[in-house]
């Protein structure tokens, strides 16, 4: 992969992993149209290491309610950091489920299949355009939210339907709180990423070429920097019910991605 397709790339993942416009539905875009001819080993490496750099990033953001969380739970004290942990947990559970059972068949579903990725993506847009007409409210994420949100995020695995956008669009539809809904959605994914990508390479799925190596590395770069821009971008977006403005893309780039397939 060349060096500017590698960042192309990166700044995609970085971009749309907390924009909701679907992370992996863009990747397979930006494939497309890039031409990108990777082996599957090296395009699963590659993907790997870009999640990774935008869970890096958002560790960067949330460090300290991180470390709250980390500290509620060492020192076993029911105070609300250590809550707020437990429906972290409570919200992994149906993701969890899909990707050991179900992850050799959301794999067929990835590798160029734009058609799919189009139509997703108008789903995405109207659970954004929703969400943004929901009123506001100082509502906390419960633990019946929690395990509700959790199964709009393993339904996001399918490409093209953004995992931000299903998890604060349906955490907002619940009632709860928008900013609140935003923290909730970027620190629940953090150990599904991590546990992906040990499991990737515990399993030996992943090869690793030197002759990649920089092209990784201006990727993880790329993914991690506009990552930290695109996070703490969200969070005021969503504050401020901006979320329609991203229905509309969603709308126009599933379109032409329909189109794309259609002719291609």
């Not at 993701?95 to 189009?118: C, K, T």
């Not at 490409?159 to 619940?174: D, H, N, Q, Y």
């Amino acid at each position: 992969m060349e060096i500017i397709d590698a960042i192309i790339l990166g700044i995609i993942q970085g971009l749309t992993e907390f924009l909701p416009v679907s992370s992996s539905g863009h990747l397979e875009l930006g494939k497309a149209i890039l031409g990108d001819n990777s082996v599957p080993e090296e395009s699963l490496l590659f993907t790997v290491v870009l999640h990774f750099a935008t869970a890096l990033s958002t560790i960067v953001i949330f460090r300290k309610d991180i470390l709250e969380m980390i500290k509620g739970l060492f020192t076993f004290k029911k105070n609300e950091e250590t809550l707020f942990s437990i429906k972290i947990v409570i919200s992994m559970i149906p993701a969890v489920i899909v990707g050991l059972f179900f992850e050799e068949q959301l794999e067929q579903l990835f590798g160029g299949n734009i058609m799919l990725v189009g139509f997703m993506l108008l789903v995405t847009a109207l659970l954004l355009w929703l969400a943004d007409k929901a009123k506001n409210t100082p509502k906390p994420v419960s633990n019946s939210n929690a395990l509700v949100i959790g199964i709009a995020q393993a339904i996001a695995m399918l490409p093209g339907i953004s995992r931000s956008g299903a998890t604060i669009s349906t955490s907002v539809l619940l009632g709860n709180d928008k900013t609140k809904a935003a923290r909730f959605s970027f620190l629940m994914v953090i150990p599904l990423i991590l546990g992906k990508i040990a499991k990737d390479i515990l399993g030996g799925d992943l090869t690793f070429s030197s002759e990649n190596s920089i092209s990784l590395a201006f990727g993880f770069i790329a993914a991690f920097v506009s990552g930290l821009f695109a996070c703490t971008w969200m969070i005021s977006i969503v504050k401020k019910s901006k979320l329609t403005y991203f229905a509309v893309y969603c709308v126009i780039i599933g379109l032409i991605a329909i189109g794309f397939a259609f002719t291609h």
